[in-house]
């Protein structure tokens, strides 16, 4: 057993993500929100707020199978294109709903529509491919059937690609080669992996897990290391595991921080090796860090718990080659204001709070190797826009100390001195990831 760290920090100041319109559209200036003291939410700024046409967004269940809600965006990895299912406004119950593409690579971000003649039902799912096609899953009775769309000048072009008997799937984020999307079917005593596009003879069943399986991150750049969330059958605690697609389904543990404790994964870098999870090994639900690979324990900092909202992770760095300290990490805060933005790093111990530009989908984004945030929205002035925010430099710790200041750049001391959590590191040592996600 090894002693878990217990890292500290408080939240910066906000401020407001400076958007990029598309081409031929003015909006104003928005305000900028005042600093937010240390451990408190944003104030009402018109910057934060959900999407439009919806209220304040508190943090919200998933729906049945997993699935996002409609409007959610979903990225390429390397964050040249989106895809969303949108709708024109109307009354609820009666809005026709129909994929969206986005283009985000180019010089000024734009969106085509791909609608068909029939519209489609919002519990369906789109996913972009690296080509520009979209990827959509629709559920007909007992069924799951795949296309993939594309714009062919006035109209949309569909490829049937098959069928899979379940009642119930959902799309995993698109793999790293920016090729193949994958579906997972998961059941109370077995979960099915599916590749479902970039298959050479239509939807095929590539993994079988034993237990409920949910969650879905990649863990290296080729597409092969895949991890997944998962319940053993009979119940128990959470745990994350690796299933390795180059051999077969391969399953191997992945993390084990405490014997009882719920330890998902949330988000990885191939690049650095940081690993975002949440856990419950300190007591209760925490944002925590490790790196893969390493014999190091996970670390909870506490800059990363905020009263009443809820922070999850949806973007790393890349490019940070194993430097995982240095990796910026951009954070949806989720709060009875609405979802608004933070940044982090692990070296600096210290959350930095952003007003989302309006009309973000939260939880989109995807950084630069230069550290460059870009968060695409859309609102009534903008159908299609990329806002860009430089993340900021941390306070050097006291050469003294190791440490931040105390107090006197607006940081607390780390909290380490405090009494640690007994937990085990990340025990990936014995898993055959080394080689395929920290190239060395």
Not at 19 to 39: A, L, N
Not at 350 to 369: E, I, K, N, V
Request: net charge negative.
């Amino acid at each position: 057993m090894t002693a878990c760290a217990i890292e500290g920090g408080s939240a910066g100041a906000a401020a407001t993500a400076e958007p990029v319109p598309e081409r031929g559209t003015r909006p104003g200036p928005e305000p900028r929100p005042e600093p937010v003291p240390p451990g408190s939410d944003p104030p009402e700024d018109p910057g934060v707020r959900p999407p439009a046409g919806s209220g304040p967004e508190a943090p919200r269940a998933p729906r049945s199978g997993g699935a996002p809600f409609p409007g959610s965006l979903t990225l390429t990895a390397d964050g040249s294109y989106a895809a969303r299912l949108t709708a024109a406004p109307g009354p609820p119950g009666g809005r026709s709903w129909y994929p969206e593409r986005w283009t985000l690579d180019g010089p000024e971000p734009y969106a085509v529509p791909l609608p068909l003649d029939q519209p489609e039902e919002p519990d369906s799912e789109v996913a972009p491919l690296a080509d520009g096609r979209v990827l959509i899953r629709r559920r007909v009775a007992d069924r799951q059937t795949f296309s993939l769309l594309y714009p062919t000048g006035p109209g949309t072009g569909e490829l049937l690609l098959g069928a899979v008997e379940r009642t119930e799937m959902v799309l995993l984020p698109p793999s790293p080669d920016g090729r193949c999307v994958y579906a997972l079917a998961a059941g109370d005593r077995e979960s099915s992996l599916w590749l479902v596009a970039g298959c050479a003879f239509g939807p095929e069943e590539v993994a079988r897990v034993p237990g409920h399986c949910s969650g879905g991150t990649w863990l290296d750049r080729e597409g092969r290391m895949l991890a997944l969330d998962r319940r053993v059958p009979g119940g128990g605690p959470v745990k994350a595991v690796a299933v390795d697609l180059g051999r077969r389904g391969e399953v191997t543990p992945l993390l084990q921080i405490a014997p009882e404790s719920d330890d998902r994964l949330l988000l990885a870098d191939a690049d650095s090796g940081l690993l975002l999870i949440r856990s419950d090994a300190p007591g209760h639900d925490r944002l925590g860090w490790g790196v893969l690979g390493s014999c190091l324990p996970v670390r909870f900092p506490e800059c990363l718990r905020l009263p009443e909202a809820v922070v999850t992770p949806f973007a790393v760095q890349p490019g940070q080659m194993l430097m995982p300290e240095s990796c910026a990490v951009a954070l949806r805060i989720d709060g009875a204001p609405g979802s608004w933005v933070g940044v982090w790093r692990p070296a600096g111990r210290r959350l930095h709070q952003f007003a989302a530009p309006l009309g973000w989908t939260p939880g989109a984004g995807y950084w630069s190797r230069d550290g460059v945030l870009r968060l695409p929205y859309a609102n009534a002035a903008t159908s299609c826009g990329v806002a860009m925010l430089e993340a900021p430099e941390d306070v050097e710790p006291s050469s003294v100390t190791g440490r931040a200041g105390d107090g006197e750049d607006g940081t607390e001391p780390s909290a380490a001195v405090a009494a640690p959590v007994v937990c085990k590191p990340v025990p990936l040592g014995q898993a055959p990831l080394r080689g395929a996600a920290r190239p060395d």
